[in-house]
Each structure stands twice: as C-alpha cells, then as structure tokens.
C-alpha cells in the first residue's frame, strides 16, 4: 500500500480551481470562509456590534451577553473574548436606556463569579497533570506561566486583582484550582473581584454614556471602546519588553 507523506498535501490557496466562481464547490468553500470569519469578527469586537445586537434581539441581549461574560472568564480557550470593553459599552447603552444598569450588573457579576468557579475547578481536576508538567493541547503554556508569576507577587489577592487584567483574568481562577487554593478562600476572592469588576466598568461606561456631548455624538462611545481595546495589548507589549529586560 502506497504511503502518504504528509509534506506531499498542500492547502489549496483561493486562486485555486475549488474557489473559482464558476465552480459549485468553489463557491460553497468560500461562502464558509465568509460565514466563519463574519461570525468570529461579530464574536470578538461584539463590543463593536451591540447596538445591532440590541435591535435584533432585544431581550435576549442580556442572556447573550451573560454567556459571553462567563466564557471569557470560565473558559481558557476563550481568553480573546471582549471583557473590560463589553462592559464599559454596555454602560453606555445602559445610559441610552437601551439596557437597564441593574439588569446588567447583576446578570454579569453572577456570569463572572459562576465563570471563575467552573474554571476553578477544572484547574482542580487537571492538578495532577499540570503539576506534572505535561502539556495540555488546549492550554497555552505561556499563559498558565505569566499567571503563576502573577501569584508569586500577589498570592491571593491575584483572583482580585487579575480581574482587571486580561488573559491573566481568565488563568487565574484554573490556576487557583490548580494550585489546590481551598474553595472558600477563592470563592471570598472571587466575589470580591468579580462585582468590583463589573461595577467598575459598567457604572464607569454609565456615567460616560451620561455625558451630554457623548448623547449627542455617539462617535465618543465608539472612540472610547477603541481605546479600551487597545489598552490591554499596549500594556502586555511593555510588561513582556520589561520581562524580558
């Protein structure tokens, strides 16, 4: 039987026949591509997009928005989720009347504190092997040591203090769990952290949105959430060059 060898395959490129218009596959391949890449741009600039959100799916807003909240924090896989900025836009639109403030902080703070939890304790399942120092596929290695650093200078205070540090925020409660931190040690740090959190950027992006030249023009909102998004890559770009110092 005639071996394949992997370097023989190479991924066809979208000048290929497959991709041409004239070819039916072609064009189911590439209203895929479309579709996918659609969906993920909806998914991590969802900040960008609430307005629309809103006005297709009104109240169904707030569930969508509370999974968001619990993925970016209960799952590693999902660290590139928007969290400091969904919240700052959805105080804004909170102010627009759009979404009610109450609703929102109590809905998110319970997404964020059930989100660490299930991340606690799948760090506490996976204990053995990462102490082990066997890689997990679905764990970035880079990231589990960044936190670990993280807990070195703050100890337990991290669970507090990573909520307000992205990535770091979605690491720290798997590697509490990891850690073997007592569960009612992180829970009192968990709830601490995660409605300061919430509030913060929630009644933060309120009082924004309260202000009158931003109700006139709400380009300042969409400036703001910019900004917001930038700002965590600026600062793990300088805490990486200062690491590496």
Not at 74 to 88: A, C, E, I, R, Y
Not at 141 to 162: N, S
Not at 178 to 207: D, E, H, K, P
């Amino acid at each position: 039987m005639t071996k394949l060898r992997r370097s023989a395959y190479k991924a066809p490129s979208l000048k290929s026949p497959i991709f041409r218009s004239g070819s039916t596959e072609g064009l189911h391949h590439r209203h895929m591509i479309e579709f996918i890449a659609q969906y993920f741009d909806l998914l991590v600039h969802f900040d960008r997009h609430l307005d629309l959100i809103i006005q297709n799916y009104g109240f169904w807003t707030y569930f969508i928005l509370f999974l968001i909240i619990f993925c970016e924090t209960g799952l590693v896989v999902t660290p590139f989720l928007p969290g400091d900025s969904l919240l700052f836009v959805t105080g804004t639109f909170a102010a627009r009347g759009s979404l009610d403030a109450l609703w929102l902080s109590a809905l998110l703070s319970i997404a964020g504190i059930a989100g660490n939890t299930v991340n606690y304790w799948v760090g506490y399942q996976l204990g053995p092997k990462v102490a082990a120092r066997k890689k997990i596929r679905w764990v970035k290695q880079e990231y589990l040591d960044r936190t670990h650093r993280f807990y070195e200078k703050y100890g337990g205070k991290t669970i507090v203090i990573a909520r307000f540090v992205p990535i770091i925020r979605t690491f720290a409660p798997f590697v509490a769990g990891v850690g073997s931190m007592t569960y009612g040690r992180f829970q009192f740090y968990n709830v601490i952290g995660c409605v300061a959190w919430i509030l913060t950027f929630v009644i933060g992006g309120y009082y924004f949105g309260n202000i009158p030249v931003v109700k006139e023009n709400f380009t300042f909102v969409i400036i703001a959430i910019i900004i917001l998004s930038l700002i965590p890559t600026v600062v793990e770009v300088i805490r990486a060059r200062n690491y590496r110092a």
